[in-house]
Protein backbone atom coordinates (compact mmCIF):
# COMPACT_ATOMS: atom_id res chain seq x y z
CA UNK A 1 0.00 0.00 0.00
CA UNK A 2 2.71 2.73 0.86
CA UNK A 3 4.48 1.92 -2.35
CA UNK A 4 1.52 2.32 -4.01
CA UNK A 5 0.74 5.59 -2.68
CA UNK A 6 4.20 6.49 -3.28
CA UNK A 7 3.86 5.95 -7.21
CA UNK A 8 0.81 7.59 -6.89
CA UNK A 9 1.98 10.87 -5.50
CA UNK A 10 5.08 11.06 -7.60
CA UNK A 11 2.57 10.85 -10.59
CA UNK A 12 0.39 13.31 -9.44
CA UNK A 13 3.55 15.67 -8.81
CA UNK A 14 4.83 14.99 -12.25
CA UNK A 15 1.07 16.06 -13.53
CA UNK A 16 1.17 19.36 -11.71
CA UNK A 17 4.90 20.20 -12.51
CA UNK A 18 4.21 19.28 -16.45
CA UNK A 19 0.82 21.48 -16.37
CA UNK A 20 2.89 23.84 -14.58
CA UNK A 21 5.41 23.78 -17.54
CA UNK A 22 2.68 23.57 -19.94
CA UNK A 23 0.45 26.47 -18.97
CA UNK A 24 3.92 28.78 -19.52
CA UNK A 25 3.81 27.78 -23.17
CA UNK A 26 0.33 28.11 -23.86
CA UNK A 27 0.45 31.00 -25.11
CA UNK A 28 2.14 30.00 -27.92
CA UNK A 29 1.05 28.19 -31.39
CA UNK A 30 2.83 24.57 -31.99
CA UNK A 31 4.03 24.19 -35.28
CA UNK A 32 3.20 21.61 -37.48
CA UNK A 33 5.83 21.63 -40.44
CA UNK A 34 8.66 20.66 -38.98
CA UNK A 35 8.55 16.66 -40.44
CA UNK A 36 7.55 15.07 -37.55
CA UNK A 37 4.10 14.57 -36.36
CA UNK A 38 2.36 16.41 -33.16
CA UNK A 39 0.01 13.62 -32.30
CA UNK A 40 3.10 10.77 -32.33
CA UNK A 41 3.14 9.38 -28.84
CA UNK A 42 5.26 6.95 -29.31
CA UNK A 43 8.33 8.20 -30.61
CA UNK A 44 11.81 8.19 -28.75
CA UNK A 45 14.89 9.48 -28.17
CA UNK A 46 16.07 12.47 -30.22
CA UNK A 47 14.77 13.55 -33.30
CA UNK A 48 18.01 14.70 -34.96
CA UNK A 49 21.57 13.10 -34.00
CA UNK A 50 24.09 15.33 -33.62
CA UNK A 51 25.43 15.17 -37.01
CA UNK A 52 21.69 16.76 -38.51
CA UNK A 53 20.66 13.20 -39.75
CA UNK A 54 16.95 12.03 -38.56
CA UNK A 55 16.78 9.55 -35.40
CA UNK A 56 14.23 7.31 -37.34
CA UNK A 57 14.45 3.34 -37.96
CA UNK A 58 12.83 1.84 -40.92
CA UNK A 59 11.38 -1.64 -40.80
CA UNK A 60 8.47 -3.73 -42.46
CA UNK A 61 10.64 -3.36 -45.53
CA UNK A 62 13.59 -6.10 -46.25
CA UNK A 63 17.53 -4.49 -46.53
CA UNK A 64 17.30 -4.60 -50.16
CA UNK A 65 13.53 -2.22 -50.38
CA UNK A 66 14.70 0.25 -47.64
CA UNK A 67 18.55 0.67 -48.42
CA UNK A 68 19.45 3.35 -51.67
CA UNK A 69 22.72 2.30 -52.45
CA UNK A 70 23.64 4.98 -54.44
CA UNK A 71 22.39 7.27 -51.45
CA UNK A 72 25.21 4.65 -49.27
CA UNK A 73 27.79 4.52 -51.48
CA UNK A 74 28.07 8.41 -51.51
CA UNK A 75 27.63 9.33 -48.30
CA UNK A 76 29.94 6.55 -46.84
CA UNK A 77 33.71 7.59 -45.77
CA UNK A 78 36.35 7.84 -47.98
CA UNK A 79 38.14 4.86 -46.47
CA UNK A 80 34.84 2.49 -46.37
CA UNK A 81 34.25 3.58 -50.06
CA UNK A 82 38.04 2.81 -51.49
CA UNK A 83 38.09 -0.25 -49.67
CA UNK A 84 34.85 -1.46 -51.07
CA UNK A 85 35.77 -0.74 -54.42
CA UNK A 86 38.67 -2.87 -54.03
CA UNK A 87 37.14 -5.82 -52.64
CA UNK A 88 34.61 -6.11 -54.81
CA UNK A 89 37.51 -5.68 -57.71
CA UNK A 90 39.60 -8.48 -56.02
CA UNK A 91 35.81 -10.09 -55.13
CA UNK A 92 34.94 -10.21 -58.75
CA UNK A 93 38.83 -11.25 -60.79
CA UNK A 94 38.60 -14.54 -58.21
CA UNK A 95 35.42 -15.40 -59.49
CA UNK A 96 36.70 -15.81 -62.66
CA UNK A 97 40.26 -17.19 -61.98
CA UNK A 98 37.46 -19.87 -60.76
CA UNK A 99 35.59 -19.94 -63.72
CA UNK A 100 38.75 -20.25 -65.69
CA UNK A 101 40.27 -22.81 -63.52
CA UNK A 102 36.69 -24.63 -63.36
CA UNK A 103 37.21 -24.58 -67.50
CA UNK A 104 40.37 -25.76 -67.37
CA UNK A 105 43.80 -23.51 -67.88
CA UNK A 106 45.21 -26.15 -70.24
CA UNK A 107 42.81 -23.01 -72.49
CA UNK A 108 45.16 -20.29 -70.88
CA UNK A 109 48.11 -19.97 -73.68
CA UNK A 110 51.16 -18.92 -72.24
CA UNK A 111 50.40 -19.91 -68.42
CA UNK A 112 52.80 -21.26 -66.27
CA UNK A 113 52.53 -24.79 -65.08
CA UNK A 114 55.08 -24.94 -61.84
CA UNK A 115 52.69 -25.23 -59.31
CA UNK A 116 49.23 -24.64 -58.20
CA UNK A 117 50.19 -21.31 -56.87
CA UNK A 118 52.15 -19.98 -59.70
CA UNK A 119 48.95 -21.40 -61.43
CA UNK A 120 46.41 -19.33 -59.39
CA UNK A 121 48.53 -16.03 -59.41
CA UNK A 122 48.95 -16.33 -63.42
CA UNK A 123 45.45 -16.96 -63.73
CA UNK A 124 44.42 -14.30 -61.33
CA UNK A 125 46.55 -12.02 -63.07
CA UNK A 126 45.31 -12.77 -66.84
CA UNK A 127 41.71 -11.86 -65.15
CA UNK A 128 42.82 -8.52 -63.92
CA UNK A 129 44.04 -7.76 -67.53
CA UNK A 130 41.24 -9.18 -69.04
CA UNK A 131 38.79 -7.07 -66.59
CA UNK A 132 41.35 -3.99 -66.99
CA UNK A 133 40.96 -4.28 -70.46
CA UNK A 134 45.00 -3.95 -70.50
CA UNK A 135 46.09 -7.41 -72.21
CA UNK A 136 50.08 -7.62 -72.00
CA UNK A 137 49.81 -10.45 -74.35
CA UNK A 138 51.64 -13.04 -72.28
CA UNK A 139 48.98 -15.34 -71.67
CA UNK A 140 45.69 -15.09 -74.00
CA UNK A 141 42.75 -17.65 -74.06
CA UNK A 142 41.91 -20.51 -76.12
CA UNK A 143 38.97 -22.23 -77.18
CA UNK A 144 35.48 -21.10 -77.63
CA UNK A 145 34.36 -21.10 -73.76
CA UNK A 146 37.56 -19.47 -72.36
CA UNK A 147 37.40 -16.78 -75.03
CA UNK A 148 33.40 -16.17 -73.86
CA UNK A 149 33.99 -16.00 -70.73
CA UNK A 150 37.11 -13.47 -71.35
CA UNK A 151 35.14 -11.51 -73.61
CA UNK A 152 32.53 -11.20 -71.05
CA UNK A 153 34.66 -10.48 -68.04
CA UNK A 154 35.84 -7.73 -70.41
CA UNK A 155 32.65 -6.34 -70.91
CA UNK A 156 31.77 -6.38 -67.08
CA UNK A 157 35.08 -4.53 -66.32
CA UNK A 158 34.01 -1.61 -68.99
CA UNK A 159 30.47 -1.00 -67.38
CA UNK A 160 32.09 -1.55 -63.82
CA UNK A 161 35.06 1.01 -64.10
CA UNK A 162 32.13 3.45 -65.82
CA UNK A 163 29.74 3.10 -62.73
CA UNK A 164 33.00 3.40 -60.25
CA UNK A 165 33.94 6.64 -62.52
CA UNK A 166 30.83 7.89 -62.03
CA UNK A 167 30.67 7.47 -58.24
CA UNK A 168 33.87 8.68 -57.81
CA UNK A 169 32.82 12.06 -59.83
CA UNK A 170 29.50 12.32 -57.83
CA UNK A 171 31.34 11.86 -54.46
CA UNK A 172 33.96 14.62 -55.68
CA UNK A 173 30.91 17.17 -56.47
CA UNK A 174 28.88 16.17 -54.06
CA UNK A 175 27.45 19.63 -52.30
CA UNK A 176 28.67 19.87 -48.91
CA UNK A 177 28.19 22.58 -46.36
CA UNK A 178 31.32 21.60 -44.53
CA UNK A 179 30.03 23.68 -40.94
CA UNK A 180 31.21 22.77 -37.63
CA UNK A 181 28.62 23.32 -34.74
CA UNK A 182 29.84 24.35 -31.02
CA UNK A 183 28.84 20.67 -28.76
CA UNK A 184 27.24 23.16 -26.53
CA UNK A 185 24.94 26.00 -26.39
CA UNK A 186 25.41 28.80 -23.88
CA UNK A 187 22.59 30.89 -21.79
CA UNK A 188 25.19 33.86 -21.97
CA UNK A 189 24.52 37.96 -21.54
CA UNK A 190 22.78 39.41 -24.83
CA UNK A 191 22.23 43.07 -24.54
CA UNK A 192 21.23 43.21 -20.94
CA UNK A 193 19.20 40.26 -21.31
CA UNK A 194 19.64 36.60 -21.35
CA UNK A 195 20.17 34.35 -24.81
CA UNK A 196 20.24 31.13 -26.00
CA UNK A 197 23.72 31.31 -28.33
CA UNK A 198 25.67 28.28 -30.21
CA UNK A 199 28.34 28.81 -32.85
CA UNK A 200 29.30 27.71 -36.19
CA UNK A 201 31.70 28.84 -38.93
CA UNK A 202 32.87 26.98 -42.66
CA UNK A 203 36.08 25.17 -42.08
CA UNK A 204 37.06 24.57 -45.43
CA UNK A 205 38.27 27.18 -47.73
CA UNK A 206 34.35 27.42 -49.53
CA UNK A 207 32.62 30.61 -49.74
CA UNK A 208 29.26 30.55 -48.49
CA UNK A 209 26.53 33.41 -48.77
CA UNK A 210 22.77 34.27 -48.50
CA UNK A 211 23.12 32.27 -45.10
CA UNK A 212 19.75 31.40 -43.21
CA UNK A 213 18.84 29.79 -39.53
CA UNK A 214 15.59 28.66 -38.16
CA UNK A 215 15.24 27.36 -34.71
CA UNK A 216 12.44 24.35 -33.98
CA UNK A 217 12.33 23.78 -29.67
CA UNK A 218 10.41 20.30 -29.40
CA UNK A 219 9.30 19.30 -25.75
CA UNK A 220 7.76 16.15 -25.10
CA UNK A 221 4.54 16.36 -23.08
CA UNK A 222 3.86 14.00 -20.78
CA UNK A 223 0.61 14.17 -18.65
CA UNK A 224 0.84 11.11 -16.23
CA UNK A 225 2.21 8.40 -19.32
CA UNK A 226 0.29 10.35 -22.13
CA UNK A 227 2.77 11.99 -24.38
CA UNK A 228 2.38 14.16 -27.60
CA UNK A 229 5.54 16.30 -29.07
CA UNK A 230 4.78 20.10 -29.13
CA UNK A 231 7.04 22.02 -31.59
CA UNK A 232 7.88 25.64 -31.21
CA UNK A 233 9.55 28.25 -33.53
CA UNK A 234 12.48 30.10 -31.71
CA UNK A 235 13.34 33.08 -34.04
CA UNK A 236 16.87 33.98 -34.34
CA UNK A 237 18.20 37.80 -33.24
CA UNK A 238 19.35 37.83 -36.75
CA UNK A 239 18.68 35.47 -39.26
CA UNK A 240 20.18 36.03 -42.46
CA UNK A 241 23.52 36.53 -42.86
CA UNK A 242 25.15 37.79 -46.59
CA UNK A 243 28.33 36.04 -46.07
CA UNK A 244 29.88 33.16 -44.30
CA UNK A 245 33.81 33.74 -44.18
CA UNK A 246 34.20 34.17 -40.13
CA UNK A 247 32.20 32.42 -37.10
CA UNK A 248 28.48 33.13 -36.69
CA UNK A 249 27.18 33.27 -33.48
CA UNK A 250 23.90 32.90 -33.55
CA UNK A 251 21.39 34.34 -30.59
CA UNK A 252 18.05 33.35 -29.30
CA UNK A 253 17.01 36.08 -27.03
CA UNK A 254 14.63 34.60 -24.31
CA UNK A 255 12.41 37.88 -24.27
CA UNK A 256 8.96 38.06 -23.54
CA UNK A 257 8.52 36.49 -27.44
CA UNK A 258 10.38 33.66 -26.57
CA UNK A 259 8.59 29.81 -25.46
CA UNK A 260 11.45 29.65 -22.86
CA UNK A 261 11.06 33.19 -20.77
CA UNK A 262 9.62 32.78 -17.93
CA UNK A 263 12.01 29.03 -17.08
CA UNK A 264 14.86 30.59 -15.31
CA UNK A 265 18.55 28.71 -15.65
CA UNK A 266 17.97 25.70 -12.93
CA UNK A 267 13.94 24.78 -14.63
CA UNK A 268 16.07 24.98 -18.66
CA UNK A 269 18.39 23.02 -17.23
CA UNK A 270 15.50 20.10 -15.88
CA UNK A 271 13.50 20.98 -19.05
CA UNK A 272 13.35 17.86 -21.46
CA UNK A 273 13.79 19.85 -24.70
CA UNK A 274 15.34 18.95 -28.32
CA UNK A 275 16.26 22.45 -30.35
CA UNK A 276 16.42 21.72 -33.75
CA UNK A 277 18.76 23.69 -36.34
CA UNK A 278 18.54 23.80 -39.88
CA UNK A 279 20.86 25.91 -41.69
CA UNK A 280 20.91 27.19 -45.08
CA UNK A 281 22.52 28.35 -47.49
CA UNK A 282 24.74 29.12 -51.29
CA UNK A 283 28.14 27.83 -52.20
CA UNK A 284 29.62 29.49 -54.80
CA UNK A 285 31.55 26.66 -56.32
CA UNK A 286 29.17 24.37 -56.18
CA UNK A 287 25.92 27.05 -57.62
CA UNK A 288 24.18 25.20 -55.47
CA UNK A 289 21.93 25.52 -51.82
CA UNK A 290 23.81 23.65 -49.12
CA UNK A 291 22.21 22.34 -46.16
CA UNK A 292 22.84 21.59 -42.15
CA UNK A 293 21.41 20.41 -40.00
CA UNK A 294 21.79 19.77 -35.89
CA UNK A 295 20.76 19.81 -32.94
CA UNK A 296 20.80 20.16 -29.04
CA UNK A 297 19.43 19.00 -25.76
CA UNK A 298 19.12 19.96 -22.56
CA UNK A 299 22.25 18.28 -21.24
CA UNK A 300 24.10 20.60 -24.01
CA UNK A 301 23.35 23.81 -21.67
CA UNK A 302 25.76 25.74 -20.30
CA UNK A 303 24.43 28.58 -18.56
CA UNK A 304 26.56 31.46 -17.25
CA UNK A 305 28.96 31.57 -19.58
CA UNK A 306 30.08 33.38 -23.21
CA UNK A 307 32.06 32.49 -26.07
CA UNK A 308 35.69 33.21 -26.31
CA UNK A 309 36.04 35.43 -29.47
CA UNK A 310 37.34 32.97 -32.00
CA UNK A 311 38.80 35.38 -34.37
CA UNK A 312 41.88 38.16 -34.49
CA UNK A 313 43.81 40.76 -36.92
CA UNK A 314 47.36 39.48 -37.79
CA UNK A 315 50.61 41.14 -36.38
CA UNK A 316 50.79 42.78 -39.22
CA UNK A 317 47.09 43.59 -39.47
CA UNK A 318 46.95 42.94 -42.79
CA UNK A 319 43.97 39.93 -42.71
CA UNK A 320 41.68 38.05 -40.03
CA UNK A 321 42.75 35.03 -38.25
CA UNK A 322 40.30 32.69 -37.23
CA UNK A 323 41.56 29.82 -34.55
CA UNK A 324 39.67 26.92 -34.62
CA UNK A 325 41.11 25.91 -31.51
CA UNK A 326 39.17 28.19 -29.83
CA UNK A 327 35.78 26.72 -31.18
CA UNK A 328 33.86 25.38 -28.54
CA UNK A 329 35.68 27.59 -25.75
CA UNK A 330 33.69 29.67 -23.17
CA UNK A 331 34.31 31.65 -20.44
CA UNK A 332 31.80 31.78 -16.88
CA UNK A 333 30.15 35.18 -16.44
CA UNK A 334 29.13 35.95 -13.16
CA UNK A 335 25.58 38.06 -14.61
CA UNK A 336 23.47 38.07 -17.23
CA UNK A 337 23.29 42.30 -17.18
Known sequence: MTLKLHFAINAVMN????????????????E???????DSKDSGGRFYTKDGIANVKKIGLTYWDRTSWYHTLLDMPTSHFLGLIFLCYVSVNFIFTG????LGIDNLIGIARDDLITEVMDTFFFSTQTFTTVGYGRISPAGMATSAVATFEAFIGLLSFAIATGLFYARFSKPEA?????KSILISPYQGQR???FRVAPFKNNQLSYMKVKMTL?????EIG???NQFFQLVPALETVNLLPLSWTIVHVLDEKSPLAEFDDVALQALRFEILVYLSGYDEAYASQIVARTSYLNSDLVP?????????????????????????TYHRVETYD
Open 195 to 197: ALM
Open 218 to 222: AIRED
Open 226 to 228: IYS
Open 99 to 102: IYFI
Open 15 to 30: YKKNVGMFTKLNRFVS
Open 304 to 328: MAKFTKMYKADERHQTTILDFSLFD
Open 178 to 182: HLKFT
Open 32 to 38: SNTGFSN
